[in-house]
């Protein structure tokens, strides 16, 4: 801060005159006095000036001062705001990462959730079936029933009973190989169509458990009666 000291000087201009006039003689006199006066008016006015600009310049270095310290609080906090917008920023980047890869985890359940309803649909639909065909099995067992009945009461009384039995037992052993296979056909469809329709699925997002191959189908019959 420059501070300006200057000592007030109070001079009456009319005084200096009459003092002048009373103390002086001639023309010559009396025109120096009468400039004497209104040099010290001159001084006067500018010693008056000069004392209110230095007031005025000390207000103005106080304002400089305020308006520097409130500078610099200013920047202080814009600095402080910066930090923690980053902090929010990265706080967002953080969670937006995470919500993209919480909506690929879903979609990918999503998708391994309908597979496995098809999956399921597939299976039903095969076992579904199946026990339309094991019905069919069982009918036509019953029929193979009634019919070696029928050809019992039939049988010629003279053939062998031995051969008669083989006959029979030949006659069911066809029966169970081609039921075997045509189940066996069923259940390969089966597999093959629940394969097609999951994905691969990694070990940690494997949750559902894939459904297994129905066992193989063994038609047990009871051994042929030796004395028909």
Do not use: W
Not at 3 to 21: A, H, Q, T
Not at 167 to 180: G, K, V
């Amino acid at each position: 801060m420059i501070l300006l000291s200057i000592r007030k000087v109070k001079i009456d201009p009319n005084l200096v005159i009459k003092e002048g006039l009373q103390n002086s003689e001639g023309p010559a006199i009396i025109h120096l006095n009468n400039q004497i006066a209104q040099m010290h008016y001159s001084l006067y006015q500018t010693t008056t000036s000069a004392v209110r600009d230095s007031l005025l310049i000390g207000r103005l270095q106080g304002e400089c001062e305020r308006l520097q310290t409130l500078l610099d609080e200013s920047k202080s906090n814009e600095e402080t705001y910066r930090q923690q917008l980053n902090q929010v920023s990265a706080a967002h980047s953080n969670a937006l990462h995470e919500l993209q890869a919480q909506h690929g985890i879903n979609a990918r359940l999503a998708s391994d959730l309908r597979n496995a309803r098809a999956g399921e649909i597939a299976a039903q639909q095969a076992h579904n079936a199946i026990s339309a065909e094991l019905n069919r099995v069982l009918k036509r067992f019953q029929y193979m029933d009634s019919l070696v009945d029928t050809m019992r009461l039939e049988e010629d009384r003279s053939l062998d009973p031995q051969n008669r039995s083989r006959q029979i037992t030949d006659i069911i052993r066809d029966i169970e190989s081609r039921l075997e296979a045509e189940y066996q056909g069923k259940l390969l469809e089966r597999d093959t169509r629940i394969a097609s329709l999951e994905e691969p699925v990694t070990e940690e997002d494997n949750t559902i458990p894939r459904v297994r191959s129905a066992p193989p189908f063994h038609l047990i019959l009871p051994a042929p009666d030796a004395s028909l």
